[in-house]
């Protein structure tokens, strides 16, 4: 019998090659024999018959001193399941939990091994803004959403949200000078609790004497609740704002909770959370309360542990008392 060369059946399907491989070997039950057959080495019959599958797979080499403890991988893996954290935030958690420094790029390459990487677009980076160049607390960014909007609720949890008659709008600062961001929330989308909200905030941090005496700027965008574009409305809500030393511009135009309670004390969670505990890649992996003090460093966490309230009414803790307890704590 004539047989065609394993080369040449390798060059036309090569899994179907090592199929007659083992076929040959079947029937002659020799290594040496289906290799002479085919015109191949016996050391390549051995290794396809062994072997379990017929798929190729790439060379491992025995001796790997750089790679990483198998141990630290299934570490890697776990808490990319559990936070959804990317390569920068899981460096930052180990660095600061854990104290261990692992390379952003090596947490990639093991993420990606493991199928746990997502597809993001590219996105183009602006000119970075020097906001290092500012004083802390003088300049910030506010911003309305209604909660709604958000794409992580889906039509049957949209109903069960306003059914447990949860506040439909939040609104937020942010101090870009230390990543830090306050806020709160309102049932209506008025000036009145836009205005309550900015009193709140610059209210809480000159109690704290940490304005000294600078002029604050707010940028917002053109939502009503921000003046909008009626002259006579727009000016009105910056003579407000000016009342409470506050120089106002725009911008260019462009989960689960039981009862309202509940809502507010997760809601302030997570403004400690994202001033005091969240590390941030602008800031090298530290947290916003880490930068403030650099600049003060007997500032309390209560300084950016403010907790959010409903702004539709006069400032009151409509949180309940046990969210200020809470608050209270870390005086």
């Known amino acids: 019998m004539e047989y065609l060369t394993y080369k040449e059946l390798w060059a036309v399907n090569p899994r179907a090659a090592r199929a007659l491989l083992r076929l040959d070997y079947q029937k002659t039950g020799s290594f040496s024999q289906t ?4 015109k191949t080495d016996r050391h390549i019959v ?8 017929l798929e190729s797979q790439k060379p491992i080499p025995r001796n790997q001193p750089n790679r990483l403890d198998r141990q630290k991988e299934r570490l890697i893996i776990k808490i990319r399941d559990v936070s959804g954290f990317g390569p920068k935030r899981i460096h930052y958690y180990l660095k600061r939990q854990l104290g261990m420094i692992i390379g952003k790029s ?9 199928g746990k990487t997502k597809k993001r677009l590219k996105r183009i980076q602006p ?14 960014q506010a911003d309305t959403k209604e909660i709604l909007d958000q794409p992580v609720f889906a039509k049957e949890e949209q109903g069960l949200y306003l059914a447990k008659g949860l506040p439909p709008y939040q609104f ?8 830090a961001k306050f806020i709160c929330f309102s049932y209506e989308n008025t000036k009145k609790a836009a205005l309550n909200f900015f009193e709140y ?6 109690n704290h004497q940490v304005l000294e005496g600078e002029k604050v700027f707010v940028q917002t965008d053109w939502g009503p609740e921000n003046g909008g574009f009626q002259t006579n409305s727009l000016k009105e809500f910056d003579k407000s704002l000016a009342d409470l030393h506050i120089t106002h511009w725009h911008s260019r135009k ?9 809502f507010m004390i997760k809601a302030w969670e997570w403004v400690y959370y994202y001033n005091i505990d969240r590390s941030h890649d602008t800031l090298k992996g530290g947290t916003p309360y880490e930068e403030l003090l650099k600049y003060f460093p007997k500032a309390p966490k209560s300084l950016l542990a403010l907790p959010p309230i409903i702004l539709d009414d006069t400032i009151t ?10 608050y209270t704590a870390f005086q």
Do not use: C, M
């Not at 462009?254 to 509940?262: E, M, P, T, V, Y």
């Open 172 to 179: 937020s600062i942010f101090f870009p000078r230390i990543e």
């Open 46 to 53: 051995k290794k396809w018959v062994l072997r379990d599958n």
């Open 317 to 326: 803790l409509y949180g309940g008392s046990e969210v200020y307890g809470q």
């Open 201 to 206: 905030v610059f209210d809480h941090l000159k």
């Open 106 to 114: 090596t947490i990639a390459k093991y993420l990606k091994k493991h």
């Open 35 to 38: 290799a002479r057959n085919f």
């Open 127 to 140: 000119k970075a803004f020097d906001w290092k160049s500012l004083p802390i607390f003088s300049t910030s």
């Open 254 to 262: 462009r989960s689960s909770f039981r009862n309202l309670k509940d």
